[in-house]
Nanobody, 114 residues
Framework: VRLVESGGGLVQPGGSLRLSCVASGIIFSDYVIGWYRQASGNQRELVASITTGSITTYADSVKVRLTIARDNAKNTVYLRMSSLKPEDTAVYYC?????????WGQGTQVTVSS
């Protein structure tokens, strides 16, 4: 099983990024997919998730600025981030959950700085 994140990088405050997570080795449509982030010195936190029926949830701190979407035909989940702030700087991880199976990607760094 592999989850591979991409799309991170350095962006100025107010900018946008789209992260992607491509899964292999699982029946992607059976999994709830979550995007988590972990800033230096902080615990990993859930920022967005999407169910098998494409119901989405967001953390209050990022609501309105983030959009999660999935394309089951491509085994891919996306996280569109806009109006980025320096406090959004973190490593962003993709998670696939179909209890008890639980898989993580390696993460992609997002740095918001001028």
């Amino acid at each position: 099983v592999r989850l591979v994140e991409s799309g991170g990088g350095l962006v100025q405050p107010g900018g946008s990024l789209r992260l992607s997570c491509v899964a292999s080795g699982i029946i992607f449509s059976d999994y709830v997919i979550g995007w988590y982030r972990q800033a230096s010195g902080n615990q990993r936190e859930l920022v967005a998730s999407i169910t098998t029926g494409s119901i989405t949830t967001y953390a209050d701190s990022v609501k309105v600025r983030l959009t999660i979407a999935r394309d089951n035909a491509k085994n891919t989940v996306y996280l569109r981030m806009s109006s980025l702030k320096p406090e959004d700087t973190a490593v962003y991880y993709c998670n696939a959950l179909d209890w008890p199976m639980n898989y993580w990607g390696q993460g992609t760094q997002v740095t918001v700085s001028s």
